[in-house]
């Protein structure tokens, strides 16, 4: 009678769970990464999108009719000022549209696109982004 075979050696095996482990975990990170960065892009627009809404509102005209000033806001003059904020802060932003539909209001889009700051597989080359804001002037 032949005795028993020894079983095979696993050494070894626990290299090869810790290796898919850091790259499980590194993975996680850099995707995570990307995420947060993606995140502060949108926020970025967002905020620009705000401040060209809040500057073009600004560019009013003040009009007296019957004794009572209101302003007035023009497609034109909003577009110009949106066109002059974005051109100033917005670093690769590009203004969609700007206007004045009520005479009153403002309303911005702006749009850039996001491109991750570490390259993985798990995600795009790059993002389409876009923010509207709008915003009304104080005087009626």
Same mark, same amino acid.
């Given at each position: 009678?032949?005795? !028993?075979?020894? &079983? %095979?050696?696993?050494? $070894?095996?626990? /290299?090869?769970?810790?290796? @898919?482990?850091?790259v499980? +975990? #590194? ?14 892009a ?8 705000? !401040?060209?809404? &809040? %500057?073009?509102?600004? $560019?009013?005209? /003040?009009?007296?009719?019957? @004794?009572?000033?209101?302003? +007035? #806001? ?15 802060v ?6 969609m549209? !700007? ?13 850039g ?28």
């Open positions: 009678m032949r005795p !028993a075979r020894p &079983l %095979a050696d696993d050494r $070894g095996s626990v /290299l090869i769970l810790t290796i @898919g482990y850091a499980l +975990a #590194l993975v996680l990170v850099l995707v995570c990464v990307n995420a947060t960065s993606l995140y502060l949108q926020k970025r627009l967002d905020a620009l999108a705000d !401040a060209t809404a &809040l %500057a073009a509102a600004d $560019g009013f005209t /003040l009009v007296v009719e019957s @004794g009572e000033p209101r302003t +007035a #806001l023009t497609d034109d003059h909003v577009r110009t000022a949106a066109q002059e904020m974005v051109d100033a917005g670093e690769e932003a590009v203004l549209s !700007a206007t004045a539909a009520d005479g009153l209001s403002a309303r911005v889009t702006v749009a696109t996001w491109h991750p700051p570490v390259i993985t597989m798990f995600v795009p080359d790059g993002v389409a982004l876009s923010a509207t804001a709008t915003s009304r002037n104080a005087l009626r």
